[in-house]
């Protein structure tokens, strides 16, 4: 058996990644945290704990009902009471539109395709920091 307990917060550094984006967490930034653990099979000795981080900008209908299924509301999730006033109405503006459907994270489409960052819409994929002349540029 497993559990969730999702969790809006600030980023504590900038080193998480986001699973919606693929793209680092900002240090400070609002990100929902949700964090699994998983009882352990027979024959296991331990039990496993992992995190998943999005942006408030990456929730999906999927993950915004499963973690309104583990706490009944948006205000039970742990930490919307400890958020700024605007970041309070940000989420449930955010949220709000997920679940009406209005909402399009960042690569999504409106045909309801995504594309992940780098790729163009000719088939193409270019890292960051490379240019359409082959040159390079460090990002910053």
Same mark, same amino acid.
């Not at 653990?37 to 331990?46: C, H």
């Given at each position: 058996m497993s559990s969730?307990?999702?969790?809006l917060?600030y ?5 998480s990644t986001?699973k919606?984006?693929?793209?680092l967490?900002?240090?400070?930034s609002l ?8 009882e352990p099979?027979p024959g296991e000795?331990?039990?496993?704990r ?10 999906t ?13 948006l ?12 970041d309070?109405?940000r ?5 709000d539109r997920v679940l009406? *459907?209005? $909402?399009? %994270? =960042?690569g #999504? +489409?409106?045909? /309801? @395709?995504w594309m992940a960052p780098g790729?163009?819409?000719d *088939?193409t $994929?270019m %890292? =960051?920091? #490379? +240019?359409l002349d /082959? @040159?390079?540029?460090?990002p910053?």
């Amino acid at each position: 058996m497993s559990s969730s307990n999702y969790v809006l917060e600030y980023a504590k550094t900038g080193r998480s990644t986001c699973k919606g984006c693929n793209k680092l967490i900002d240090d400070k930034s609002l990100r929902l945290s949700v964090q699994s653990t998983k009882e352990p099979e027979p024959g296991e000795k331990d039990h496993r704990r992992f995190t998943n981080n999005r942006h408030v900008e990456c929730l999906t209908k999927v993950v915004v009902a499963n973690g309104l299924k583990a706490h009944g509301s948006l205000d039970e999730f742990p930490g919307m009471e400890e958020l700024q006033p605007a970041d309070q109405e940000r989420v449930r503006n955010i949220v709000d539109r997920v679940l009406d *459907g209005t $909402w399009m %994270a =960042p690569g #999504w +489409h409106l045909d /309801g @395709t995504w594309m992940a960052p780098g790729w163009h819409l000719d *088939g193409t $994929w270019m %890292a =960051p920091g #490379w +240019h359409l002349d /082959g @040159t390079w540029m460090a990002p910053g």
